[in-house]
């Protein structure tokens, strides 16, 4: 079992800046094994993809998120980051880490809000 804990939500204000942090942790979890990844679910809407990475270091991102957020991981200490530069009230949603292994199976965090607003 693989257990994902986000942290570093709460309120930005346009243009500011906030990091995420997801700390992964269980006895079955081999950074190698896994892609990471950041999801995001607004009210009223889907979840959606933010980013992914590797363990290898391959980055994808949404579209509407280039150039805006930096997706990043240390496998040495089991932790993912999304740096979130600039954002903007369309931004705001409940933020979740997500890590599927080479076998297909995958886990979730809980989810830390994130509030765009001035």
């Known amino acids: 079992q693989v257990q994902l804990v986000e942290s570093g939500g709460g309120l930005v204000q346009p243009g500011g800046s906030l990091r995420l942090t997801c700390v992964a942790s269980?006895?079955?979890?081999?950074?190698?094994?896994?892609?990471m990844g950041w999801y995001r679910q607004a009210p009223g809407k889907q979840r959606e993809l933010v980013a992914t990475?590797?363990?290898?270091?391959?980055?994808n991102y949404a579209d509407s998120m280039k150039g805006r957020f930096t997706i990043s991981r240390d496998d040495a200490k089991n932790t993912m980051y999304l740096q979130m530069n600039s954002p903007i009230p369309e931004d705001t949603a409940v933020y979740y880490c997500?890590?599927?292994?080479?076998?297909?199976?995958?886990?979730w965090g809980r989810g830390t809000q994130v509030t765009v607003s001035s």
């Open positions: 990475i590797t363990w290898s270091g391959s980055i």
């Open positions: 269980g006895s079955n979890f081999r950074p190698s094994f896994y892609t």
């Open positions: 997500n890590a599927r292994n080479v076998f297909a199976q995958e886990y």
